[in-house]
């Protein structure tokens, strides 16, 4: 997408362009950015999604305002992708906890800000997590090593989606169970969070099952709604069931 030729055109020096020669994966080169900022404050943003133009001064007075919080993140609109149209809205708990990372996706990359100082303390990003749940894994981290979160509660940027890109549903999924395991094994990890197991997994086994039938993978969705069953039966019962309702919704 000629990202060097683009970049050159701003003469501003505060921008710096960085380039792995061979390509490391998604983690690998949010840390290598990182690393090779200055700032105390840690802006993250998709190559395709997009911030309001208040985003950093909102975070950077919030942060200032709460010195012990140590990740904030913001609702946000969803685009289709190719134009500008606001598909909708996601609004995040004001405030949340390992539970609430454990059992989904709160929010995303794009809305989220970290303190350099809570990124150094985790490790960053796990570079060996190339097929996704990156975010995961540093949210949990985060959140085990006593970070706390809270929501500026402004929708402060765009999450552009991406209907006619297949995801890769199978190899995401594996990379979500691979990191909710080692954060339940994690001797930090509470007990009452360690019993979460199937219910996490089995909001796992939904929400790809849902996506792999959207993207006509038939065979593959119905093998993980079975498996969500297998971890909950009673997901099926009731009027409306929990898998009725999420289908709904």
Request: proline share 5%; aromatic share 10%; with cysteine.
């Amino acid at each position: 997408d000629h990202t060097e030729e683009v970049v050159r055109q701003y003469s501003d020096p505060r921008i710096v362009y960085v380039k792995h020669e061979q390509n490391q994966g998604l983690p690998a080169t949010r840390n290598t950015g990182i690393r090779a900022s200055t700032g105390e404050t840690l802006f993250l943003l998709d190559c395709d999604d997009m911030f309001h133009r208040e985003k950093l001064q909102r975070h950077v007075q919030f942060l200032t305002r709460h010195p012990e919080v140590g990740c904030t993140y913001n609702p946000r609109f969803e685009l289709y992708y190719g134009g500008n149209a606001i598909n909708g809205l996601v609004r995040p708990p004001v405030r949340l906890e390992l539970r609430d990372l454990v059992l989904g996706f709160p929010f995303s990359p794009s809305d989220m800000v970290i303190r350099r100082e809570w990124y150094d303390k985790v490790g960053g990003f796990d570079g060996s997590l190339r097929n996704y749940s990156e975010d995961l894994d540093i949210n949990c981290k985060l959140a085990l090593a006593g970070c706390q979160f809270a929501s500026v509660n402004k929708t402060l940027n765009y999450r552009r989606l991406h209907s006619a890109r297949p995801l890769r549903i199978a190899a995401r999924l594996e990379a979500a169970l691979q990191v909710l395991e080692r954060i339940l094994n994690d001797p930090r990890c509470p007990d009452d969070i360690r019993a979460l197991r199937d219910h996490a997994y089995r909001l796992n086994y939904i929400v790809w099952g849902d996506l792999a039938l959207l993207q006509n993978e038939v065979e593959l969705g119905h093998d993980y709604l079975r498996k969500a069953l297998a971890h909950e039966p009673s997901i099926i019962t009731g009027r409306p069931s929990e898998m009725a309702s999420y289908f709904a919704w």
